[in-house]
C-alpha cells in the first residue's frame, strides 16, 4: 500500500526565511503528486501538481516542488516566505491508473512570524 | 463556478446515536470523495464514485458506515452507530474526471464530535 510521509509536524519561520517542506512516498509505480494548502477558516485547495515532463513545477504564490523519482520525494519549496502563507500544508499521492487512489501525509504546519 | 457543498457544518452526537452528512459536487464532476480527517492527521479516503458508481471503499468501516450517491450528483455518507473515534472532520471533495492527474476541490468538511 502507498504512503505519504511528511517529516515536519510544525514550522515556525520569519517572514523572508526561505522554506522547504519534505515529503517522501512509498509506490514503486507512476504517481502523480500534489501539494495542498488549507490557509486558516478556509477549504483545503491545490497548490501545485506534477505527473509527468519537468520534475520542477511552480505553483501559485511563488511556491514550487521537485520532483526526484530517485528518492521518492516531492519537496516543497518558497524563497521568501510571508506572513500570509501561514497554513497547513499537505503533500499527497496518487496513482496514475485508472483505479487511483489518493494518500495524504499528515500535514505541516507552517507560522510565519511578522 | 459554485464550490463542493457540504452539510452540516457541525455535528454533536452521543455514541450510538446514527449521523448524516450531505455533499453536492461541483457541477459537471464525474468523481466524488469522501474523506475522514483525524485531528493532526491527513485526509484518509473513505470512498470514491465515478458518477453512481464505487471506484473505491476499501478503507469505509462497512459495519458501521455507508454511502450513496444517487443519480451521479450529490451524495450521503452516514455513520450508524456512531463511535467516539468516529469523532472527526468529513470532507467531501469532487473532480472533473477519474483520472489521478486531476485535482480534487474540497468542500468546507462537517466537523463530527461523538461523546
Known amino acids: 500500500a502507498q504512503s505519504v510521509s511528511q517529516h515536519n509536524h510544525h514550522v515556525i519561520l520569519s517572514e523572508a526565511a526561505s522554506l522547504e517542506l519534505g515529503c517522501n512516498y512509498s509506490y514503486g509505480g507512476t504517481v502523480n503528486l500534489f501539494w495542498y494548502v488549507q490557509y486558516p477558516g478556509q477549504h483545503l485547495q491545490l497548490l501545485l501538481k506534477y505527473f509527468s515532463g519537468d520534475p520542477l513545477v511552480k505553483g501559485i504564490k511563488g511556491f514550487e516542488a521537485e520532483f526526484i523519482k530517485s528518492k521518492f520525494s516531492f519537496n516543497l519549496r518558497k524563497p521568501s516566505v510571508q506572513w500570509s502563507d501561514t497554513a497547513e500544508y499537505f503533500c499527497a499521492v496518487t496513482l496514475n491508473t485508472n483505479a487511483g487512489k489518493s494518500t495524504f501525509g499528515d500535514g505541516t504546519t507552517l507560522t510565519v512570524k511578522p | 463556478e459554485a464550490g463542493v457543498a457540504q452539510s452540516p457544518r457541525y455535528k454533536i452526537i452521543e455514541k450510538r446515536q446514527s449521523v448524516a452528512f450531505w455533499c453536492n459536487p461541483i457541477s459537471g464532476h464525474a468523481t466524488l470523495y469522501w474523506y475522514q480527517q483525524i485531528l493532526g492527521q491527513g485526509p484518509k479516503l473513505l470512498i470514491q464514485f465515478q458518477n453512481n458508481g464505487v471506484v473505491d471503499d476499501s478503507q469505509l468501516p462497512k459495519d458501521r458506515f455507508s454511502a450513496e450517491r444517487l443519480k451521479g450528483v450529490d451524495s450521503t455518507l452516514k455513520i450508524q452507530p456512531a463511535k467516539l473515534e468516529d469523532s472527526a472532520v468529513y470532507l467531501c471533495?469532487?473532480?472533473?474526471?477519474?483520472?489521478?492527474?486531476?485535482?480534487?476541490?474540497f468542500g468546507p468538511g462537517t466537523r463530527l464530535t461523538v461523546t
Open positions: 471533495a469532487s473532480s472533473l474526471v477519474f483520472q489521478g492527474t486531476y485535482e480534487q476541490y
